[in-house]
């Protein structure tokens, strides 16, 4: 009964992470859209001298003559869709391994797609640097190309990225040994 207790938590936890980033990247930025024409986007407006902090604003895209308010719909979409399989594929293992089914063939490869998917995704945190430098651009006649203030999310993601990589790598080599001993005893 404790595997069955495990392996729904473990489900749960995967569920609460994909929703709350479809939350707040699909479903508040549409909600915005339709309830007051607006898509909020928060950036960096200056830096004080030495260069370590920056103010940030939020600017309706709506609002600017470019279309970016359609990119950042569309980064929050495919951001979306790249957590939701993130999880849904840890989710697979994790419940496997919570019912006692460790070491199965294909954990290492699930492992392995949902760290590429958290890559992915931490990697379209680094194009906010892009929209952001067209949204000074617009407001403030700057010709910078790239513009970004860094939260952390993205060492955050970089780091469970790296960490469901490396139990991939376990995964992979815990199924070897486990085929490798199956006719010992």
Not at 21 to 39: F, Q, R, T, W, Y
Not at 77 to 84: D, R
Not at 87 to 92: E, P, Q, S
Request: proline share 1%; aromatic share 10%; net charge neutral.
């Amino acid at each position: 009964m404790k595997n069955m207790k495990d392996s729904g938590v473990a489900a749960i936890i995967c569920l609460i992470v994909a929703a709350s980033v479809a939350i707040n990247e699909l479903v508040i930025p549409l909600a915005a859209l339709i309830s007051d024409n607006a898509v909020w986007w928060t950036t960096p407006t200056e830096h004080t001298a030495q260069g370590l902090a920056w103010a940030e604003t939020q600017v309706n895209l709506m609002t600017i003559s470019s279309s970016l308010w359609v990119w950042v719909l569309v980064r929050g979409l495919i951001i979306t869709i790249f957590a939701v399989g993130a999880m849904y594929f840890l989710g697979k293992v994790l419940v496997a391994v919570a019912r006692g089914k460790s070491f199965a063939k294909n954990h290492s490869k699930l492992l392995l797609v949902a760290a590429s998917l958290i890559f992915v995704i931490f990697l379209i945190l680094f194009t906010d640097g892009f929209i952001n430098a067209r949204v000074a651009h617009e407001l403030y006649s700057s010709d910078a190309m790239w513009l970004k203030r860094f939260t952390g999310v993205e060492l955050l993601l970089l780091a469970i990225s790296s960490l469901i990589a490396g139990m991939a790598d376990a995964f992979s080599r815990g199924w070897l040994l486990k085929q490798d001993t199956e006719g010992l005893i």
